[in-house]
């Protein structure tokens, strides 16, 4: 396989970023990791991929090595998962390794996971290619090694329900109808797509699963982790709450992950920002453009249940408008970095979520939906244009849409069928 092979499959990073693939492996790295961390609470899609994907994923992984050059392959994966790094470490050898790491929270960030594998450490603002590092999440790499344009994705669903599963569906396929199949312990909830960490909630069920997609989670309408979401939902809300309630005690920042890496990460000092500066006023630090916003400092650091990762997205969002940039400095390990890791017993304990079967085994709906909504802006990047007119009879993996620049992805039907209707946004395909 080529690169351009590899584009012509709308391989994208299926691990929630949604960066296309073969512009990754465009690079020249000595070294590309594999994030078997999968550090967000409840999510078990990597691991049942590893375990009933292997020879698949492991083909993706060489094939990734050898496209890109590199001299050495690492699998980072907990070393919780007894079996998998057992079955990784029978078929792997040479130049490929398997490195267990701690079960702490958020491993699976790429900065975070390179430190961990190999002790490099990422300068703020730059790409992990600057110290001869790519990282490729399993699922992607289980793409690679299909060899096949990417229709279906595997999916999480987890939470208040009584068989908790991953399960491979359809691209475009809705959320209600993937939940359909699945019986919830509570009568009133709410979903979250994504994690619990960096997800979403989602008010329209009708919303549909993209090859980014990780997860559904259902949760109880009042469960901690909702309505600490509603109550941020507006950069209003998080700007007045701020003002009103934060007293700078700094725990967001000490407990911040790239912070500890060396990066000028603060979220204390975006809190200070919406405390006493104007908006059209240059931001006196602009470290925060570095900021992963695994929303760990509003999650779990936050003493007073304020919300450091809004104001710090805001603070993102000002530095951008105002050019500014961020240092390529080189980051200085901070000397408390090994005692403020977060493990993930101890996150899942602040979100309340123990209550809940932690556990995801791979499981077939044999899920066939008459419709599918193939979004055509699933990835990082520009949307893809449709190739198709309404009324055209499509095949499961048929171009539908091209990339429309280098930072774009193809996209293509996920079930046989005829084209319904195409908008700005999406594809719609009804089965034949």
Do not use: W
Request: aromatic share 4%; hydrophobic share 35%.
């Amino acid at each position: 396989m080529t690169v351009e092979e590899l584009k012509n499959l709308g391989i994208i990073g299926a691990g929630g970023a949604g960066f296309p693939a073969h512009v990754k492996l465009s690079s020249k790295p000595d070294t590309i990791i594999m994030n078997a961390a999968e550090c967000e609470p409840l999510l078990h899609k990597d691991m049942q991929i590893l375990r009933h994907h292997t020879e698949t994923v492991l083909e993706g992984f060489r094939t990734a090595i050898r496209l890109t050059g590199a001299r050495e392959g690492i699998i980072g994966i907990k070393e919780k998962h007894h079996e998998e790094i057992e079955l990784l470490q029978s078929k792997v050898s040479g130049d490929i390794r398997v490195q267990p790491i701690e079960d702490v929270y958020p491993a699976g960030d790429e900065v975070t996971l390179i430190y961990m594998t190999t002790g490099r450490i990422v300068p703020a603002g730059a790409l992990p290619i600057s110290v001869g590092c790519v990282v490729q999440n399993v699922e992607t790499l289980h793409n690679i090694g299909a060899k096949s344009p990417v229709v279906s994705k595997f999916v999480s669903v987890a939470g208040a329900v009584e068989e908790p599963a991953t399960v491979e569906v359809p691209v475009g396929t809705s959320y209600a109808e993937i939940l359909s199949q699945f019986k919830p312990t509570v009568g009133n909830y709410v979903v979250r797509s994504g994690g619990l960490m960096m997800g979403a909630l989602e008010e329209d069920l009708n919303n549909v699963v993209s090859k980014r997609t990780n997860a559904l989670i259902v949760l109880p309408a009042d469960h901690f982790c909702v309505t600490m979401y509603r109550r941020f939902s507006t950069d209003h809300a998080v700007d007045i709450i701020a003002k009103a309630g934060c007293d700078q005690c700094s725990f967001c920042t000490e407990l911040c992950p790239r912070y500890l890496l060396g990066q000028p990460v603060r979220p204390e000092l975006a809190m200070r920002n919406r405390m006493f500066t104007q908006e059209d006023q240059p931001l006196s630090n602009p470290g925060n453009l570095s900021c992963c916003e695994c929303n760990l400092c509003t999650m779990y650091a936050c003493p007073e249940g304020l919300d450091p990762k809004g104001a710090t997205v805001m603070d993102k969002r000002i530095a951008r408008s105002q050019k500014q940039a961020v240092s390529g400095t080189t980051p200085v390990l901070h000397p408390m970095f090994d005692y403020r890791k977060v493990p993930v017993a101890k996150l899942k304990q602040r979100l309340d979520v123990n209550m809940f079967r932690d556990e995801g085994p791979l499981t077939n709906l044999n899920l066939r939906p008459n419709v599918v909504r193939v979004p055509l802006g699933q990835h990082a990047g520009t949307p893809s244009r449709p190739v198709v007119q309404e009324g055209d009879r499509v095949k499961s993996r048929d171009l539908i849409g091209n990339a429309t620049s280098e930072i774009s992805a193809t996209v293509h039907a996920s079930i046989d069928g005829v084209v319904r209707r195409i908008t700005e946004d999406e594809i719609i395909i009804e089965r034949s």
